[in-house]
């Protein structure tokens, strides 16, 4: 049995503008240390899964409104408060793309390490102590132990991702979910940052979740990926398989938006034109179709559903989840072909994006250009 | 071609040309839109809330030079704090530069004041980093990009709409969105905008402080290539800024990386990004993630100890050696720790400043940072799905020996 099993998680925000349809049920199983990249552009529903699966939904507004969060054999939406408050931080951890929001800005950073070891660790006075500056010195904080005396606004942005990640990491959780840890950084302190995520978790076995807007973050951080687009998975693959056979539009928009900072072969960036929709409703259709150039008359009315794929675009032999013979899934009616996945854009002769029905354009809002 | 940031350093006079004067090439290039020699801002740090003292100094920029020619895209690359968007400010005089020259067409830009400065300021704008502070919440679209114009006296009420529609237009915006205000668009929409009241003047040079760092990858691509398309249809010249180097390498014809307030390498793009000589702008190439799993794979990084130092007491000699891998390979040479390395020029316009640069050419470190040589080779033009086979994914993290 799989660590981690999402099983159609669906999540709503309700805002004066209406419904948020933020997560609109996401299934994925994680085995015990392996590593998985969740990405999608912002808005994308990544954040919303990760508070989720830890209950730490922003209240009232968030909620859960469907599916299970399988961890460990407990379903973590039925547990009590007192008996999640237990499980965070022990069991699952979490790295926020902004530590200074997650870390108590009155209080000195050994104050919140050693509360953290004191709360689940059983650790006192001196051994808690010992222990604080220890992972201080883990995570590469220089002179840790006069660091526990000092604020979070007294470190820089890299150094409190380090603090950060020290509390994450000091009780050995089973599963970092790590929100866009190093978005804010500059490369040199990303590539630090990732390295040490990369080397902790492997040393106790953790398994994570790497949460980005970019695939470029994820190409050699892990070992399997999940795709999101407006609050859905739409192509989820082994990371080799996924950059090296990406059939989705949207993951082929992705991957063509980066711009590679190779010596030689820089290609013409081909954005993904527009921008994702505000997801207060359910689509009709394909919620990409609007801006896909691969949209065939069905995507409009009729939303895919995530199923398994093989070379020859059929299903045979068994379905696998997780691991490195995981089945390579995708929601699309029409995907892009290896050419055109090369191309970044359809390659039939003649072929051009099926226009919308005629009373979808009447309600689309003028802006509707990025 | 794209003249040489030395050509400066060609004409008589100009005494304080930081670089040596290249051999050969006898006929004068056209004079660069933009001159910078020895540029510095200094920041007092003031001690004291009555009787202020200076206790004291920041130096952002400390001495910094470059050209930029017309038509030409020079990157600005380095670490966050290195001085990228305080070297912006002086150039486009929201700063008052501590020392140096800034000649625009010509024009020497510090001594200039008044209406002078004026006037000549709408030949070059900027466009800021963060679309959501940059733009004043209370005025509608049309408003914030027409401001330029009525500053500058611009025109009659109709014929500026006309102008803002124009300008809407050419950056992707459709026209209904004059009337509506900053927060009802997404960070992308919002870039647009700034872009449209940039170009309101018709300025010349563009300088964009990371126009691009604060959007996702796929906006970011929207703004990237709408960029260079407004450079051409209207014949500017950018200073282009950003932390992310191949978003640099992408819109750069020349790029020049900085370190604690001085420009550390300056190339032509892909002469840096192929066989870079300082060991700084190795390091930055080797720690930028590479979006294909099979090179990330093989890629070994080399990983800077430590931090950017302050501003405030940049270490003696070399400014990078406190975490220089050559130096360390050299046996920590004393020259790093105790002289400053001028700016020399290395190939024909290739700038650096590191006493050892020809040994980084020699390095292993470059060639795996750029994937050069055999044992690390792939990292060439391979596009998306040009990585056949090995679909089995071996565990990808363990890249890395
Ligand atoms: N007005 C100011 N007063 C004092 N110090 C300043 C001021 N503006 C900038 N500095 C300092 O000067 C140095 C260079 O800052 P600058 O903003 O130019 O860096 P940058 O390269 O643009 O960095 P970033 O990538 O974070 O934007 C920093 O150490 C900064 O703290
Ligand atoms: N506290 C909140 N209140 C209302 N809507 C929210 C809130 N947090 C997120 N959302 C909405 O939910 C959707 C998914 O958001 P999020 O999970 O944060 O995306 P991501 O992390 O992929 O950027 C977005 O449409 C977002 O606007
Ligand atoms: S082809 Fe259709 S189903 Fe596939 S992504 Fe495009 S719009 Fe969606
Ligand atoms: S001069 Fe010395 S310390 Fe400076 S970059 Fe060169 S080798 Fe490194
Ligand atoms: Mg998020
Ligand atoms: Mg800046």
Redesign the interface.
Known sequence: MALLALEDLTVRFRTRGGTVHAVNGVSFDLEAGE?LGLVG??GCGKTATGLAMLRLLPRPAGRVEGGRVVFAGRDLLSLSEAEMRDLRGREIAMVFQDPMTSLNPVLTIGTQLIETLVAHRQLRGAAARGRAIELLEIVGI?QAARSLRRYPHQF????RQRVMIAIALALAPRLLIADEPTTAL???????VL?LI?ELT?ESGTAVILIT?????V??????ICVMYAGFVVETA????L????RHPYT??????????????????????G?PPEQLTAPSGCPFAPRCAWRIAACWVDNPALVPLTRDGTVAGEVVNTG???THRLACHNPAS?EE??A?RPLRPGFEAAPPPTDILAVQP??S?? | MIGSPTSAARRPGDAAAPYPAPGGATPLPPRPLLEVSGLAVHFPIRQGLFFSRQTGTIRAVDGVSFTIDRGETLGLVGESGCGKSTTVRALVRLLRPTAGSIRFDGVELTRLEGDALRELRRRFQMIFQDPYSSLDPRLTVEAIVAEPLEAHGVGTARERAARVAELLDAVGLPPAVAERYPHEFSGGQRQRIGVARALALQPELVAADEPVSALDVSIQAQIVNLLKQLQQRFHLTYLFVAHDLAVVRHMSDRVAVMYLGRIVELARAEELYRAPLHPYTVALLSAAPVPDPLIEARRRRIILSGEVPSPAAPPPGCRFHTRCWLRERLGRPEACETVDPAVRSVLDGHLVACHFAEQVGASAEQRRATGGGNEDAGWTDGGIGQTKGEAENPRSRGGRD
Request: charged share 20%; glycine share 12%; proline share 8%.
């Open positions: 590593t552009e912002s220089p820089s942005g890299g150094m500059d490369v040199t302190i990303q590539a630090q390295e990369e492997r807007h970019d695939l470029g973050v190409a050699g951080r892990t070992q399997r082994t990371t080799r398989q950059f090296a056979a990406p082929v928009g992705l991957l063509h938006s980066i711009p590679r900072p190779q010596a030689t072969g820089i290609g013409e960036l081909i954005p993904i034109e921008a490195p013979q995981a290896a996945a090369r970044g003028a802006g250009a990025a």
